[in-house]
């Protein structure tokens, strides 16, 4: 398992670390995919890349007022998500940073810690 510092405080979930097979916020480990936002954290079956949803996403963390963009998490290695999926994220009026689940797992913190307002999808690892 691989550990991460938290050197600055900030409210809401913080990512402490992944495994080959999740996530972990604190002492709770989150097997397959994350949903996360500033108000909280949730294990997340993550669909196959196809049918991802973003209605779903926000309806999961109904988080108010919306947020500015969605870190996508596209598993073991970066892959940008369908074009349909990006396209409803930007009627949305959200903006989308795409990188693979480690990697959006460690810029949470630092963007939160930003005090950036925003949601977090990340596919599982495994």
Known sequence: M????RDI???GPVITGFTANGYKIGEQRFDGGLLI???QAM???????????????????????????L?????????QPPAEFRRAIEAANIGI?????RAAAR??????????????AFMPLG
């Open 107 to 120: 810029a949470w913190g630092v963007l939160r810690a930003e005090e950036r307002w925003i949601i977090g």
């Open 37 to 39: 936002s500033p108000e």
């Open 71 to 79: 870190l996508f998490g596209s598993g073991a290695k970066m892959e």
């Open 2 to 5: 691989v550990e991460l510092r």
């Open 43 to 69: 294990s997340w079956d993550a669909p196959g890349r196809d049918k991802l949803n973003l209605a779903d996403i926000l309806a999961a963390l109904n988080l108010s007022p919306a947020p500015e963009f």
């Open 97 to 101: 940073e795409v990188m693979d689940s």
């Open 9 to 11: 405080d900030f409210e």
